[in-house]
């Protein structure tokens, strides 16, 4: 166990190291026994890291010196920092075996409460001492021990440490069976725990290992009474937006009625977040989903795909069945409500430019009545004055006999939607500019 005593300079401790220095200004070499006199006494770290240094002193004293700088982390942490003293050790060979004959001595110290967090720090600043590979496998062999054996998902630690650090610094291959068992079979509060605590370690997002439990938890369906644990799970769906199976398994829920309002929201934010060229196909898929989830498919591939993916989300429209989800339910002028309030509203399409007035006014004579409907709304707010004159032909060339709009237009015919169109822009047009906001400061 690492000590954090207070300092002791006792009369008699303070006679017997007085005794001892003079045996050593008579020429006698240190030994382990003369350094663990000077442990926990004021100067001591310095004397024990000059031992380090200096080659003139045996293997044994060196190994003894390290020891007590470890078991006196509280004040010699510093010396460690960036490799410290470790590199200071002028052959690199000495070191790596002074370190190795340390570790035996300094491990034990992880599964004693008052020690375990400046063990596991020794044990990172060791690690960082030696760029020898086959000594930072013993070191993350040992560290291993903590995350594996040790740590628990709601036991909270900080710095160089804590389990997110060392998470961070071992290859995931001597983790990975503990944290899979978590994912799978820990409790909803253990698991709340661990996705809530452990939330930034790099290579988690490309882990098919840990995505794999994360969803066989979720077909389990053993954390739906557990509304925190629920809200957390369904959040950490995006830590594993960059492996490829659990992309095409997101993709596959989002397209199910049934799935989980909460999840599917996650799913989409973590699909999101990491785009990927090969998405698209699947974004042209889900334009035939049923519900809102086609208008957020619309807008990712304008995402991805600029001009072009509009294009395609246009041409990619179902020509047939219904249209008119909005706000949770079926409307009669569903369709036309969420074409104006969520499909052409999208900032992307505004990015666009006039090249999103140009698409839209071609797909004005698309054989999709869907994509025809859509174009025609979304000029309201991407039209422009020559779209005006347009408009107006194309209403003319339909003629006097009302043209019905599709299902979800409310019943109204193409011509009415066209006059209420060129109305919108002609006033969004004729509307004096946005006054310009004061600058920061100014009154």
């Not at 409500?337 to 999208?346: D, G, P, S, V």
């Not at 019943?411 to 946005?434: C, H, K, N």
Request: glycine share 6%.
């Amino acid at each position: 166990m690492i000590e954090d005593s207070m300092r002791i300079w006792t009369k008699s401790a303070g006679v017997l190291l007085l005794v001892a220095a003079g045996a050593l200004v008579g020429g006698c070499e240190p030994t382990p026994e003369f350094l663990e006199q000077w442990a926990n006494t004021d100067g001591s770290e310095e004397r024990f890291a000059g031992y380090l240094r200096d080659p003139s002193v045996s293997h044994e004293v060196r190994v003894k010196a390290l020891e007590l700088l470890i078991r006196q982390w509280s004040y010699s942490t510093n010396m460690f920092s960036g490799g410290g003293v470790l590199r200071d050790m002028p052959d690199p060979a000495e070191r790596d075996a002074v370190i190795r004959e340390v570790l035996p001595l300094i491990t034990p110290g992880l599964r004693e409460e008052r020690g375990v967090a400046s063990v596991r720090e020794a044990l990172v600043a060791l690690r960082e001492g030696t760029d020898t590979a086959a000594v930072h496998a013993e070191i993350d062999a040992a560290l291993a021990i903590y995350i594996n054996e040790i740590w628990s998902p709601c036991l909270v630690t900080s710095g160089t440490g804590s389990a997110e650090a060392l998470l961070n610094l071992l290859p995931p291959a001597l983790v990975l069976p503990r944290l899979t068992s978590i994912m799978r079979e820990s409790t909803p509060a253990d698991l709340d725990c661990f996705v809530s605590n452990i939330n930034d370690v790099a290579w988690f997002s490309t882990s098919a290992e840990l995505a794999q439990a994360y969803v066989e938890r979720y077909n389990a369906g053993t954390i739906t009474d557990h509304p925190q644990a629920r809200y957390t799970f369904a959040e950490y769906s995006v830590e594993f937006s960059g492996v490829p199976a659990i992309r095409e398994f997101y993709f596959t829920k989002i397209a199910e009625p049934t799935v989980d309002p909460l999840h599917l929201n996650f799913m989409l934010d973590a699909l999101a977040q990491n785009p990927q060229p090969e998405d698209r196909a699947r974004y042209v898929t889900l334009l035939s989903v049923p519900n809102l989830i086609r208008w957020t498919a619309f807008d990712m591939l304008i995402k991805l795909g600029g001009s072009e993916g509009l294009e395609q989300g246009l041409s990619s429209l179902p020509d047939s069945g219904p249209m008119n989800y909005y706000d949770g339910e079926m409307l009669p002028n569903g369709f036309k409500l969420a074409a104006e309030n969520i499909a052409c509203n999208r900032p992307r399409l505004s990015e666009l430019g006039d090249y999103a007035r140009q698409a839209f006014e071609r797909h004005l004579d698309d054989a999709n009545q869907n994509s025809r409907a859509l174009s025609l709304v979304c000029l309201k707010a991407h039209g422009n004055a020559q779209t005006v004159t347009r408009l107006t032909e194309w209403v003319a060339a339909l003629g006097s006999a009302p043209v019905p709009a599709p299902e979800g237009f409310g019943g109204i015919s193409y011509q009415e939607l066209g006059a209420e169109v060129i109305q919108a822009i002609q006033t969004r047009l004729a509307a004096p500019p946005p006054a310009a906001q004061p600058a920061e400061g100014s009154r």
